[in-house]
């Protein structure tokens, strides 16, 4: 009789993609592993409160080695904590105001290592915010639903994004990618990504908004599949975007997700476009995320 190896106990994090959330185990990363990448992805509040926390963790520590010295620094009042508190902030920032000095060997020795480490932190404290505030960020308004509707007299996929920032992004390119669960024949789960083509994957520049075109016909991965058909395959869709940005000389990225819920079928997206009496174009971004059921009653159903 075979024995069923025995549960072990591992650590369990959490990651959330979109509007899912994946339980991973087994995977051992410790906090110090990946620490640059941490840098990279905290919040900037959580990023200047762990600057903080570090840089007076640095001080309390060599303000202890100060401490327990024998007068390594001269013109300490008392020779309280405090005081060598305040001299390790002067010398790992390098500040030295002067009051204070070292005057022993292991004074000179301790604040030797505290200047390295204040030179080697400081280095490393402003490449990360350099890096931070330096890494290409695309401000691209993404629709917060995808509708299925009629266009040009076919089933069409659409979706619609913006670009915020209203500058130049040259030789822009998007795709729509469906994902979807499937067993294979040996009877493996497995998932996959399916590019859908569009009626126009490119544009030269964009400034304003784009709407992306994917037709349902014959040769569609949707063609003959209705909600529930892609609930049953946990289908959802990846909407990239990328270009050049010409203001920041950078190439920037943006990506949405939609899930089954974010699919309006048979409906539209209302019209955020018009002419002003003084001939100039208008567009209404507080309705950019609106849809609108269709009108036409003979829009055919998603399924043909």
Not at 52 to 70: E, M, P, R, T
Not at 164 to 179: D, G, K, M, P, Y
Not at 190 to 200: N, S, V, W
């Amino acid at each position: 009789m075979t024995k069923r190896p025995q549960p072990t106990t591992t650590k369990r994090r959490i990651v959330h993609f979109g509007g899912h959330e994946i339980v991973t185990e087994g995977l051992e990363l410790g906090f110090w592993a990946d620490i640059s990448h941490r840098c990279m992805t905290a919040s900037w509040p959580s990023f200047i409160a762990g600057a903080a926390a570090v840089f007076l963790i640095f001080n309390a520590v060599f303000a202890l080695f100060y401490w327990i010295g024998d007068q390594p620094i001269a013109n300490v009042p008392g020779g309280a904590y405090i005081d060598f508190f305040y001299f390790s902030i002067e010398t790992l920032s390098t500040a030295g105001y002067g009051d204070m000095h070292p005057q022993t060997h292991y004074g000179h020795f301790v604040a030797t290592v505290e200047l390295f480490t204040g030179i080697f932190s400081m280095s490393l404290m402003t490449g990360l915010i350099f890096a931070r505030f330096s890494r290409p960020n695309a401000r691209v308004m993404f629709a917060k639903r995808l509708v299925v509707s009629t266009h040009d007299g076919q089933p069409t996929l659409m979706a619609r994004f913006a670009n915020e920032r209203h500058n130049i992004v040259s030789h822009a390119t998007a795709q729509i990618s469906l994902f979807r669960t499937g067993i294979s024949k040996e009877g493996h789960r497995y998932g996959h990504f399916t590019d859908l083509a569009l009626t126009r994957g490119d544009s030269p520049v964009l400034a304003l908004s784009w709407m992306l075109y994917h037709v349902i016909d014959a040769h569609s991965p949707l063609h003959g599949l209705g909600p529930d058909d892609l609930k049953a395959v946990n289908a959802h869709f990846v909407v990239l975007v990328s270009g050049y940005d010409e203001t920041a000389a950078q190439t920037v990225r943006s990506r949405q997700t939609y899930f089954l819920d974010d699919v309006r079928f048979g409906e539209h997206y209302a019209d955020i476009v018009s002419v002003s009496d003084n001939g100039r174009v208008r567009i209404d971004y507080s309705r950019f995320h609106d849809t609108e059921p269709d009108l036409d009653p003979r829009h055919p159903e998603p399924r043909s």
